[in-house]
């Protein structure tokens, strides 16, 4: 089984090319042209162990908002495209991610039900050149758009650079967890519903 997706999500304000792999062993080409968001996007690749190809031109002229957004959306949208009916897959996943003095936690429900928690506060307004204020706004979108529950806390924390990366961390081995497939379910639908979304 083939768990793979690409998107190309072309509008006015972005253009967009990406290919994952869930199976993947965490290899990444990311190129958003806002550096922070690049290598917080290579944590999640390389801690859910999946295999990102992404190049994102947005209209970074204006501001940074239309480049993350659709970023997050284009991987939802990758997400649920290459998981299918979610046949067999763990469902729920989470993890927590400590850095230094910081811990973030994340728990996650792939159910088709999309919501998010977002309960993360950065003291900085700016990492590197990335408005920290679209942290939440990528979460919500890739959320929204995977058709997931998700629930990010971080619990404690003073360096910004750790808070995000630690958030960005706990999310991608929730997400590992996630879609990985149980070999107990032996191809089933982890519901009693019979489906998922």
Not at 35 to 56: A, C, K, N, Y
Not at 92 to 100: L, V
């Amino acid at each position: 089984m083939t768990r793979t997706a690409e998107i190309v999500r072309t509008t006015k304000e972005t253009d967009i090319r990406l290919a994952i792999d869930l199976d993947g062993s965490g290899k990444y080409n990311i190129s958003t042209g806002i550096g922070f968001f690049d290598h917080m996007l290579e944590q999640l690749s390389r801690h859910s162990l999946i295999d990102i190809d992404l190049v994102t031109k947005g209209d970074l002229h204006i501001d940074q908002h239309h480049t993350v957004e659709d970023t997050g959306i284009a991987l939802g949208e990758a997400v649920k495209a290459a998981l299918g009916d979610k046949a067999g897959i763990r469902r729920y996943g989470q993890a927590y991610a400590p850095m230094d003095e910081t811990l973030t936690r994340c728990a996650l429900d792939i159910s088709g039900r999309p919501y998010t928690v977002y309960k993360v506060s950065v003291p900085q307004q700016r990492l590197g050149e990335m408005d920290t204020e679209l942290f939440p706004h990528v979460f919500e979108s890739f959320a929204l758009a995977a058709g997931i529950t998700l629930h990010v806390e971080n619990l404690y924390g003073e360096n910004s650079h750790h808070i995000i990366e630690s958030t960005f961390k706990a999310v991608a081995r929730a997400l590992r967890m996630g879609i990985e497939v149980d070999p107990r379910l032996g191809g089933a639908i982890p519901s009693t519903k019979g489906q998922l979304g």
